[in-house]
């Protein structure tokens, strides 16, 4: 069965650089993905809790600004937005407690719960008894507790962002040596393919183009030689072909050395015949000539 150049070569080419293609973006994806997951877990686990301790803070700063305004301008205390103030510190607490991630900070965040249990009784405590001394003192100690280890449970969080976004560089830098080494292959590949591929076709269309100017130049003894089974080794075929049979045609109507009267009609009106079927192929061999030129 005859191979066709352009079912067997230019698929092959097509799929292997399809293949390239193909890895190429899979370990881009790989690779993506896996730096996409550390820097999302930066985000996830301890960007969070920064804000939730920046929160409380700022909300705990709120209620000890109201009392402390309170007692020292002998005003009433507003109530309502001291109890929203804790509303609001309860439920950053409560995801504070659901976001757990570093090594310590499941037990630092209850001790903040506790504290947070004691400082909201001393602030209970001041709002019925705003002229005790005792409980000022109290209150100061337990807000002073616990704005400390807030600080303490941001300031842990930072750091751990910034081990992890170290660890994110590192390993991307990993991640684009690899994939530098892995392009550098495919390319490599790529390369070679395409120079063996036109490398081979350069040297069969070289003979092609030759052979064919040769006969144009009525050298007719001259044979294309292409090894093979595809299109261009029949063509080849077909060229010797029509050399044979031009050389033929030409031995056939070689004249002896007579005068023209020795010939009838007939004979002559052959002979045109003859010469201009001969005329009619060179034509179109120079037509094929012309067109492998331009490719070219």
Known sequence: MKTSIRNKNFMLGIVLFLTIILVLSVFSVFYLTKLSN??????????????YARNMAEQLTIINQEIANGLLLTKNIDTLMVK????????????????????????????????????????????????ESGNHQSLLKHFDTLYQQLMHLSLMNEKAIEAKTNDARV????????????????????FA??????????????????????????NYRERLS?????????????FNQMADEINENNKK????????????????????????????IESEAKIVLAKLENKR
């Open 253 to 280: 109507t070689k004249l002896p050395l007579h005068t023209e009267k020795d010939y009838n009609t007939n004979e002559i009106n052959e002979l045109k015949d003859v010469l201009i079927r001969i005329k009619t």
């Open 84 to 131: 929203n103030e804790f509303t609001l510190f309860s439920k950053s607490l409560l995801l504070e407690k659901n976001n757990i991630t570093e090594i310590g900070e499941d037990s630092l965040v209850r001790e903040i719960e506790t504290s947070f249990n004691a400082y909201l009784n001393s602030v209970s405590t001041v709002i019925k008894l705003p002229k």
């Open 38 to 51: 550390k820097t999302r877990a930066i985000l996830k686990e301890n960007h969070y809790s920064v804000v």
């Open 171 to 190: 390993y991307a830098k990993k991640y684009s040596i690899q994939m530098s080494f892995i392009g550098a292959l495919c390319f490599l590949i790529a």
């Open 226 to 238: 292409m090894d093979g089974e595809d299109e261009l080794a029949e063509i080849s075929l077909i």
């Open 193 to 218: 393919f395409t120079f063996s591929f036109s490398s081979y076709f350069n040297d069969r269309f070289f003979k092609f183009y030759n052979g064919t100017k040769d006969v144009v130049s009525s």
